[in-house]
């Protein structure tokens, strides 16, 4: 009796974590992110997802339901150009980094996605040449005193 319901028990913990497992995975927001991290001068690191393709960069966050707390999506550009984006099939505000060699050369506050499915969609420009474009959750950068000219590592 005693070692079937330890049998029972152990069942019952393996089906817990394989739900626990499926439900983080199915889940469509970004979880902590592991990939790598973009380390503010006098602020904070972020742990970011790193997106580097273009397939993953045409997808950016589109159709997830946020970003972790504290974390962000970083596009990594082999090249540096004046970078345009929008905010399609997107479902949160986010606010959005533009860095070039190293530093912060402008940003977008609180840009807000498309209430409708036909509403026309706003594009952000970067004001210069930019080889990286870090999206982070909406009010990040007052929180944080991001400032132009400030000097961020990413890795």
């Known amino acids: 009796m005693i070692k079937r319901s330890w049998r029972l028990l152990i069942l019952l913990a393996a089906i817990v ?19 790598g991290s ?36 970083l596009f990594v550009y082999d090249d540096q150009k004046v970078r345009t984006y929008w905010m399609k099939e997107m479902r949160f505000s986010i606010d959005i980094i533009w860095i070039a060699d190293g530093q912060v050369i402008g940003f977008v506050e609180r840009a807000v996605p498309p209430i409708g499915p036909g509403d026309p969609l ?7 040449p930019a080889d990286r474009v870090l999206e982070v959750e909406a009010g ?7 400032f132009i000219g400030q000097t961020v590592v990413t890795n």
């Open 38 to 73: 973009v380390a503010f001068e006098g602020g904070p690191i972020v742990p970011v997802e790193i997106s580097d393709s273009q397939d993953e960069q045409v997808r950016g966050l589109s159709g997830r339901d946020g970003l972790a707390p504290g974390s962000g999506m």
């Open 140 to 146: 990040f950068i007052e929180e944080h005193g991001v």
């Open 17 to 35: 974590i394989i739900a626990i497992m499926v439900m983080r995975m199915s889940s469509p927001s970004i979880g902590v992110p592991d990939d």
């Open 122 to 128: 706003d594009l952000y420009r970067s004001p210069e």
